[in-house]
C-alpha cells in the first residue's frame, strides 16, 4: 500500500505487559489506563507529509494513539495516522 493525502505507515510498537509487584490479582475484565502517547515505527508516507524531508524507514515516532486508524486489506493489518496526530521524531 502506498498511502497518499499525508498518512504515515506505521508498525505499532508491542504494548507491554502490566504486572503488579505486590501480587494483587485483578479480575479479567480489568483494562489499565493506556497512556495517551506511544511510539510507533514508520514503514512508509505519502509524498506530501510536510516534514517527508526528515522521516526515513525504521525511524521511530511519537504520536496520538487515539488518532491511529487501523485498516485491514486481504487480511493484512496495517496502521496509519496523518502528519497532524505526529508529535515528534525520536532519535
Known amino acids: 500500500m502506498t498511502p497518499v493525502n499525508r498518512y504515515i505507515v506505521i508498525q505499532m510498537t508491542e504494548p507491554r505487559n502490566p504486572e503488579t509487584e505486590s501480587g ?7 483494562n489499565p489506563t493506556e497512556e495517551r502517547y506511544t511510539s510507533a515505527k ?3 508516507w505519502a509524498e506530501d507529509v510536510r516534514f517527508a524531508p526528515q522521516l526515513s524507514a525504521g525511524a521511530t515516532i511519537l504520536i496520538d494513539r487515539s ?10 493489518d496495517s496502521h496509519v495516522v496523518l ?3 505526529v508529535i515528534g521524531i525520536l532519535t
Not at 494483587?24 to 480489568?30: E, R, S, T, W
Not at 487501523?70 to 487480511?75: A, H, R, S, Y
Request: proline share 4%; aromatic share 8%.
Open 24 to 30: 494483587i490479582i485483578l479480575p479479567d475484565d480489568f
Open 42 to 44: 514508520v514503514i512508509g
Open 67 to 76: 488518532m491511529v486508524e487501523k485498516i485491514t486489506l486481504e487480511g493484512r
Open 83 to 85: 502528519d497532524n496526530y
